[in-house]
């Protein structure tokens, strides 16, 4: 049994292996999708196609729409050679119960991937061509935090960034850039309306796309690469929206379990891959069940009816304060603190750190203690209930393959919305004390005694991918292991950097609070443990 698309007429077949099948003709929803098509995304990796793509699904399950969604891959063009065409652009999405047991699905509502490479004509050209088409409603992105990121560690643009500036929106290289340059392919065409919206997952994102979006064109319209009938374009939200969104899934890796028990299915080819770029993908998606998400309900071009696959439409003020709920206290900065110290401890899974005292308690001090204080109700969805959830069913999940390693990768670009904005609040209000947070500083001190890349058995220890980690490692490397003395001032261009944090921590003053943790975790071998003792009585 393969997962193609001749082979979704034995619907038996299928049902003896205990896979849900789609419930609509997937080869008219293909063809329907080619000449009407109304949203496409951009990033067609695992949070993709186990929710995003899942939303369409069910909406055509139930005879809402008629019309899939198109995936673009702009980074790693291995996934649509190794992945998607090899399986029709068909994939499975399996649901990993805390029981143990699996949930199936054939994913069927994907009608095409196309490759946002403006060296392959073709693909670049189609590409303009659903730009273009005024049925588009939607375009959204899981690009990740770092892609929205026009400038390095000194404020300046990063290369490609400067090149796509000077050469203008012919043959884009960054992903911002190559956005920029088919909406105004759109533009060019009758200025027809449309949704950008970045499903990414970070406070603000929308808006942080409007700007990296708008830096663009703006650069391009001093060099007169695009008019500044444009610029008036991208502003006018009844043209262009930029709609906040908050969204919640965990979506591993693929884990060999699922692997085998597909295989046991009688499922062939579901062969787990790394690209050349380190993607880790397979033509299947394992995550939890638990899904949320919200979104600013500002579609220019109209939408389809997402609140009948759960998606909470609603305004801007409610997204922000679901969006500075999630992101900001009840489960991203929980998810960096087991990170971090998930890999300086050894940990395989996020599931064995929770079984931790030290650990558990860690988060519950700083969900609980440090961040429920500073959370707005966004009445939509409870603070309590969804932390509750967090510590109590999700990151318990022994079902749940999810790494310390995998969550720790890029951690300079969450840490100053993870942690940055909680501290900022602290200061913000006359009933806190930024002084009193104990555990948050913790956090922060585990990072740096993190990139110094050594566990707490003294060994070496592979970082995770991070695009400063080459700055942020020359900022240890002067500090040795078990010499507290040579710490000295190397903290300090971490500690105090405003792009990394929002703000600098020796201003807020923890910035010495920080380096006496540090101070405490490098001494010597177990003292990570250590530490964790002492501060959380464990």
Not at 263 to 269: F, P, R
Not at 472 to 489: A, P, R, T
């Amino acid at each position: 049994m393969k997962l193609r698309r001749t082979e979704l007429k034995d619907i038996k077949k299928w049902e003896d292996a205990g896979i849900k099948l789609p419930e609509f003709d997937v080869e008219k929803v293909i063809d329907v999708t080619s000449k009407r098509p109304t949203w496409i995304h951009f990033g067609a990796g695992n949070i993709f196609r186990g929710f995003i793509a899942m939303l369409m699904q069910t909406l055509l399950n139930k005879g809402l729409i008629d019309t899939g969604i198109i995936a673009v891959e702009s980074y790693d063009f291995e996934v649509s050679e190794k992945i998607y065409k090899p399986y029709d652009n068909l994939g499975l999405r399996v649901i990993m119960n805390a029981d143990g047991t699996l949930e199936k699905e054939v994913v069927g509502s994907i009608a095409d991937i196309v490759m946002a490479d403006p060296s392959n004509e073709g693909q670049w050209v189609k590409l303009k061509g659903i730009f273009k088409n005024p049925s588009l409603q939607i375009v959204s992105m899981t690009i990740t935090e770092k892609g929205y990121n026009l400038r390095d560690f000194s404020g300046n643009f990063i290369k490609e960034v400067t090149e796509d500036i000077e050469d203008g929106p012919e043959k884009p290289k960054n992903v911002v850039s190559k956005l920029t340059s088919l909406v105004y392919s759109r533009y060019k065409d009758g200025e027809h309306p449309l949704a950008l919206v970045s499903l990414d997952n970070f406070s603000g994102n929308g808006d942080r796309l409007k700007s990296a979006v708008m830096t663009i064109a703006e650069e391009w319209a001093k060099k007169s690469y695009v008019e500044d009938g444009f610029l008036k374009y991208l502003s006018d939200p009844s043209k262009v929206s930029f709609p906040l969104s908050m969204i919640d899934k965990i979506v591993p890796r693929p884990h060999e379990i699922v692997k085998k028990s597909l295989e046991d299915s009688g499922l062939e080819d579901m062969d787990i891959i790394t690209t050349s770029k380190n993607t880790v993908i397979a033509p299947f998606v394992n995550a939890e069940r638990a899904q949320y998400l919200v979104i600013e309900d500002k579609f220019p071009n109209g939408r389809m009816k997402l609140e009948e696959a759960g998606v909470i439409l609603t305004d801007k003020e409610t997204v922000e304060k679901v969006e500075r709920m999630k992101v900001t206290t009840c489960l991203n900065p929980l998810h960096t603190a087991l990170a971090i110290y998930g890999c300086l401890l050894n940990y395989k899974t996020i599931a064995d750190e929770m079984k931790d005292s030290c650990l558990k308690k860690l988060v519950e001090k700083v969900g609980y203690v440090e961040g429920m204080p500073v959370v707005i109700d966004p009445k939509v969805l409870n603070p309590e209930e969804f932390i509750k959830e967090v510590i109590e069913v999700r990151l318990p999940n022994p079902y749940m393959p999810d790494t310390p390693q995998r969550i720790a990768t890029d951690t300079s670009q969450k840490m100053g919305i993870r942690f940055g904005e909680t501290i900022k609040s602290y200061m913000q209000r006359s009933d806190l004390d930024v002084k009193s947070l104990k555990y948050i500083p913790l956090v922060i001190a585990g990072w740096c005694r993190y990139l110094m890349g050594i566990d707490d058995n003294g060994n070496e220890m592979a970082l995770s991918p991070d695009p400063l980690l080459n700055d942020l490692k020359s900022h240890v490397s002067n500090i040795k292991f078990g010499d507290v003395e040579s710490v000295k001032n190397n903290l300090r261009p971490i500690l105090s950097n405003k792009q990394i944090f929002g703000l600098d921590l020796y201003e807020a003053g923890i910035g010495e609070m920080i380096e006496s943790y540090f101070k405490e975790l490098i001494s010597d071998t177990g003292a990570v443990r250590n530490t964790l003792k002492k501060y959380l009585e464990c």
